[in-house]
């Protein structure tokens, strides 16, 4: 049950969540966050599936690497939200005449609801052979890998934080096999310390490795992205 409240004199806009019956406390929470955020109604207003298309949006704004020709593959990628903002920017569906066409390849555990311009596959990433499913679909090396692939939270901080260094160190050696030389990998961590091994290894390969966290990354969450460009080959 949510309802809009407002005081005496200045309007409070927010939207406050009853906890109701058999609803958890932190499901209430969620609900009243999702409610009170900008990037959730923008997402809604210009018809992206998340509030995570604006991360990757203010990366790329950022890096400049979703160029017009790139090769790319978006691991985790439902609901589509990267998806929806690379496929015009690497100009997939080759709609910028005069301009290189890119290709961008999806892969997640779940099921995503077809995005024109984009190679939609499930598949678990962390299974033994996946890393050669993906090499295969490829047929060639990539300018991009970007992963956003996080397990869901077992609210239990310390496993998650290393599930999510598991995740994002498939990812990262899947982009060693990948890349081309000069290529890019981003991909989400969390702040917690276990992430400096990974750092030291993409310092080694790439010649320049930030860690950034957009706007759009909700201040509370300990998330963070790492950008790694030029990668040596
Ligand atoms: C935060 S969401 C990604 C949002 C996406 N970037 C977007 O813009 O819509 C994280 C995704 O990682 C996926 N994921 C987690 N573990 C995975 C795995 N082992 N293999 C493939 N996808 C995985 C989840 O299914 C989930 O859809």
Redesign the pocket.
Known sequence: MAKNTSGRGQRDLTVKVKTARGRKMSSTMWLQRQLNDPYVSRARAEG???R??F??MELDDKFRFLVPGARVV????????????AVPRINALGEKSGKAVGRIIG????E?EPIAGAEIHQ?????DD?DEKVKEWLGGQADVVM??????ASGHKQTDHLRIIA?CD?AAHFAFEVLSEGGTFVA?VLAGGAEGELQKLLKQKFTKVVNVKPPASRADSSEKFVVATGFRG
């Open positions: 992206f599936r998340g995570a298309a991360k990757i978006d691991l985790g990628c439902a609901p589509g939200g990267w998806l929806q903002v892969v997640d555990l779940q995503v598949l678990d990433f962390m299974e996946a992963s956003d692939m996080a397990a869901s995740l498939a989400k």
